[in-house]
């Protein structure tokens, strides 16, 4: 299993029907090729969690990369993985506030692929990143989040 993080800068802002077309596109071929993964979208900025089975996450990993929607693409984490984070969602997507977007980015993402695979889930950007979502999915969209000392915060996988 290999999983990828990734940013990216949206070559212009996509509407929400583009967003929605998009989505359905990576859905279908992720749900054929055994995708899985989270995908968050903060004014013109992307990041994605894919996680797969090696074989079938390289064509898509390559499809996403000569995707003439974005640019400027820049992996932050790229290992392999003993287990998938976002089982139940072929694509989980969240449009998400400039600080929210700007914690995740500059969380510690160690890029270096040492240690054993169990050892990618001490890494801070994939801890935040699950606590990000596990928090904010609960809640109806366009709903604010509650502050972060809330009971969600301190909650773990
Ligand atoms: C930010 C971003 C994330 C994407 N994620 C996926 C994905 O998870 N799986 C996938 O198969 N394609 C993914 N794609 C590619 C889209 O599925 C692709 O845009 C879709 O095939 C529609 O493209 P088209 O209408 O330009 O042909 C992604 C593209 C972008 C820009």
């Given at each position: 299993?290999?999983?990828?993080?990734?940013?990216?800068?949206a070559?212009?802002?996509?509407?929400?029907?583009?967003?929605?077309?998009?989505?359905?596109?990576?859905?279908?071929?992720?749900?054929?090729?055994?995708?899985?993964?989270?995908?968050?979208?903060?004014?013109?900025?992307?990041?994605?969690?894919?996680?797969?089975?090696?074989?079938?996450?390289?064509?898509?990993?390559?499809?996403?990369?000569?995707?003439?929607k974005?640019?400027?693409?820049i992996?932050?984490?790229?290992?392999?993985?003993?287990?998938?984070?976002?089982?139940?969602?072929?694509?989980?997507?969240r449009r998400?506030?400039?600080?929210?977007?700007?914690?995740?980015?500059?969380?510690?993402?160690?890029?270096?692929?040492?240690?054993?695979?169990?050892?990618?889930?001490?890494?801070?950007?994939?801890r935040?990143?699950?606590?990000?979502?596990?928090?904010?999915?609960?809640?109806?969209?366009?709903?604010?989040?509650?502050?972060?000392s809330?009971?969600?915060?301190?909650?773990?996988?």
């Amino acid at each position: 299993m290999r999983a990828i993080c990734y940013v990216s800068t949206a070559c212009w802002q996509l509407d929400d029907s583009e967003l929605e077309h998009l989505l359905q596109a990576a859905r279908t071929r992720n749900r054929e090729h055994g995708i899985t993964g989270l995908l968050l979208y903060c004014e013109g900025s992307f990041m994605q969690y894919l996680e797969g089975p090696k074989a079938d996450i390289a064509p898509v990993w390559d499809i996403i990369r000569a995707d003439e929607k974005h640019n400027h693409i820049i992996t932050l984490f790229d290992r392999t993985v003993p287990a998938r984070l976002y089982s139940d969602w072929t694509m989980a997507y969240r449009r998400t506030e400039p600080p929210d977007f700007a914690k995740l980015l500059n969380s510690d993402w160690a890029t270096s692929s040492e240690g054993t695979p169990e050892q990618c889930w001490f890494v801070p950007g994939v801890r935040m990143l699950r606590d990000f979502w596990e928090l904010n999915q609960t809640m109806p969209a366009g709903r604010a989040p509650p502050p972060a000392s809330g009971a969600g915060a301190a909650r773990r996988r």
